[in-house]
Structures are given as structure tokens and as C-alpha cells.
């Protein structure tokens, strides 16, 4: 794995913050579902670049794993949020309880696995932390885009009671999981790999906008936003792919900051 280009501390920062900052202002009227799309982006990013750092240490069949189970996890922490939010009556809370539960099953999954399963991993906490509030952040962002709202008591009645949130969980599960597959190797790098999570986000979210059809009557624009977004952001993952092969093709040999590093 390449160097990366901008550090993951800045990643986190900015996908957490700004993460829940754009859920919480999906319920202003008819640009609300834009800022959806953009913590859907931002969570996808989060937990895509997390993966890279866990896959250094070759866990193998692990990876897959791991994101299946983590966003399960956001799936559950979604659920609990919402509900502990309407239970206190405080629907406001339900993105920050959502992700402090995210954060605290994250953490104990992470010390089953090291103390039980003896899977000694240095990052493995903060990883498994990360991936699952990232995928928290996802479900709900998606959530508000099909409601351009963030009132727990109707995400609760249009996406939790009918099963939405089932379809969110396996959208997450490929837009996070399939970019790192798709580029791991000696020649992975961070501008392939998250020019493709994002590719994959937007794909994700013109199927998302098409479902919203039944309850926001701002789908279309959603629907145009998420296919301009998506042709960019491919052709940007083209573009670095044939830049990389190249490299390659040209010289015979591997870049070397990967040769030094295998």
C-alpha cells in the first residue's frame, strides 16, 4: 500500500464532524437531501479508507468479514439510537446515541477478538471503532435522503418498520467493502481506492433516490446530483487506474516506494 496523500486523522475529523453535521441540517426544505448525499460520501470515505489500514496487516478472508459484522453494527446502533431518542423524547440526539453506540460495540467486538480469539492487531480497536461509526454514519445519512429529514419518529415509521434500513446495510456493506477489493494490492493507492468508494457511493444513492420517489418530492433532484457525481468520480478512478498501469507497463517494474515497502 502506497503512502497515503491525506492523513486518516484528517479523514476522521472531517467525516465524523462534518458527518453528523450534514444529517442534522437534512431537514431544511428542498436542499436538505443534498447534504445527505454529502455524509453518505463522507461516511463511505471513513470507512473505506479505515479498511485500507486494517488490510496492511493481511488478514485475508478477514476483511470482508469484518465490514459485514461492523455494519451490522451500524445497523443495530441506528435502531438503538432512534429508539433510546424517542424513549427520552429527545429526537434530536438519536445521529450522536447512534454513534456513541457505534463506538462503544465497535470497542467490545474489538476486545473479544484480542483477548478471546487472541488476534493481536495494534489497530484493531480504533479500526473496528472507525468502520462502525462510519457505516452508522451511512444508514442514517441515507435515511434523512429518503425523508429529507432527520426526525427519528419518521425515519423510524418510513425506513425502520417497512425494512429500508435492511436494503441501507447492504448498500453500506458494497459501496465500503468493494473499493479496497477491487485495488488491493503492492500498487494500491489512496486516490484510486477512495476515488472509487466514492464512485460506488454514488451509484448507491441514485438507487436511494429513486426509491425516495414515494416520500420526497426532491428525488429528482437527487437523482441528477447522484448521477453527476457518480460519472466524475469514475472517470476520476479511470483516470488514476491508467496513470498506475502505466507506471508499470512503461518501466517493468513495480513504483518504488512499494518495492521498498515489500
Known amino acids: 500500500m502506497a503512502d497515503d496523500l491525506i492523513p486518516h486523522q484528517i479523514i476522521t475529523l472531517v467525516s465524523l464532524v462534518g458527518g453528523l453535521i450534514c444529517i442534522y441540517?437534512?431537514?431544511?426544505?428542498?436542499?436538505?437531501?443534498?447534504?445527505?448525499?454529502?455524509?453518505?460520501?463522507?461516511?463511505?470515505?471513513?470507512?473505506?479508507?479505515?479498511?485500507?489500514?486494517?488490510?496492511?496487516?493481511?488478514?485475508?478472508?478477514?476483511?470482508?468479514?469484518?465490514?459485514?459484522?461492523?455494519?451490522?453494527?451500524?445497523?443495530?446502533?441506528?435502531?438503538?439510537?432512534?429508539?433510546?431518542?424517542?424513549?427520552?423524547?429527545?429526537?434530536?440526539?438519536?445521529?450522536?446515541?447512534?454513534?456513541?453506540?457505534?463506538?462503544?460495540?465497535?470497542?467490545?467486538?474489538?476486545?473479544?477478538?484480542?483477548?478471546?480469539?487472541?488476534?493481536?492487531?495494534e489497530i484493531l480497536s480504533k479500526s473496528f471503532m472507525s468502520i462502525a461509526i462510519a457505516t452508522t454514519i451511512t444508514i442514517m445519512a441515507m435515511s434523512t435522503l429518503v425523508l429529507s429529514s432527520s426526525d427519528a419518529n419518521m425515519i423510524y415509521h418510513y425506513v425502520i418498520e417497512n425494512g429500508l434500513i435492511i436494503l441501507f446495510m447492504i448498500i453500506t456493506v458494497m459501496a465500503i467493502q468493494n473499493p479496497y477489493n477491487s485495488c488491493m494490492g503492492p500498487n494500491e493507492d489512496q486516490y484510486r481506492t477512495l476515488s472509487l468508494a466514492i464512485a460506488n457511493a454514488f451509484l448507491m444513492l441514485i438507487v436511494i433516490s429513486i426509491i425516495s420517489i414515494i416520500s420526497n418530492g426532491y428525488w429528482y433532484v437527487y437523482l441528477v446530483i447522484s448521477l453527476i457525481g457518480w460519472i466524475i468520480s469514475i472517470r476520476k478512478y479511470f483516470q488514476y487506474t491508467k496513470q498506475q498501469a502505466a507506471s508499470v507497463r512503461w518501466y517493468g517494474l513495480w513504483p518504488k516506494n512499494d518495492e521498498e515497502e515489500f
Not at 485475508?60 to 423524547?89: H, K, R
Open 25 to 121: 441540517v437534512s431537514n431544511i426544505s428542498s436542499i436538505g437531501g443534498i447534504f445527505s448525499i454529502i455524509a453518505t460520501i463522507l461516511g463511505v470515505v471513513y470507512g473505506t479508507n479505515t479498511l485500507r489500514h486494517v488490510g496492511k496487516y493481511s488478514l485475508g478472508t478477514g476483511v470482508p468479514s469484518i465490514v459485514y459484522m461492523l455494519t451490522a453494527c451500524g445497523l443495530i446502533s441506528s435502531i438503538v439510537g432512534i429508539s433510546l431518542s424517542l424513549f427520552v423524547d429527545q429526537s434530536i440526539l438519536f445521529p450522536i446515541i447512534s454513534v456513541v453506540i457505534a463506538g462503544l460495540i465497535g470497542l467490545s467486538i474489538s476486545l473479544i477478538c484480542k483477548y478471546v480469539f487472541n488476534i493481536q492487531v
